[in-house]
């Protein structure tokens, strides 16, 4: 079983940044993909990254891509979403997830969830 708690959500004005983290715990997660969701009120959650078991790949949705930058730390078993220029439709619940393989695969769905952090971006 593998524990994943989300950090660094907030209130931001749009333009502004925010760094959400994800920590990981119950075993690493060192040899697994691992990604961002966002689920904003009233829609389904969608895909916003992925990062691979090593860090080399990184895979964005457009609606991601040259403003928000993934990263992770294996050595501690936590995975950052960096977001800069934010839009008020970012506003969303973001949930850190965990992939069974070591690499992203759009067909797959992620094995872990975290709870969510709340990112709400004013205009």
């Known amino acids: 079983q593998v524990q994943l708690v989300e950090s660094g959500g907030g209130l931001v004005q749009a333009g502004g940044s925010l760094r959400l983290s994800c920590a990981a715990s119950?075993?690493?997660?060192?040899?697994?993909?691992m990604g961002w969701f966002r689920q904003a009120p009233g829609k389904e959650r969608e895909f916003v990254a992925a990062i691979s078991w090593s860090g080399v790949n990184t895979y964005y949705a457009n609606s991601a891509k040259g403003r928000f930058t993934i990263s992770r730390d294996n050595a501690k078993n936590t995975v950052h979403l960096q977001m800069n220029s934010l839009k008020p439709e970012d506003t969303a619940i973001y949930y850190c997830?965990?992939?069974?393989?070591?690499?992203?695969?759009?067909?797959?769905?992620?094995?872990?969830w975290g709870q969510g952090t709340q990112v709400t971006v004013s205009s």
């Open positions: 997830a965990v992939y069974a393989d070591p690499f992203y695969n759009r067909r797959n769905n992620p094995t872990y």
């Open positions: 119950g075993r690493t997660v060192g040899d697994s993909a």
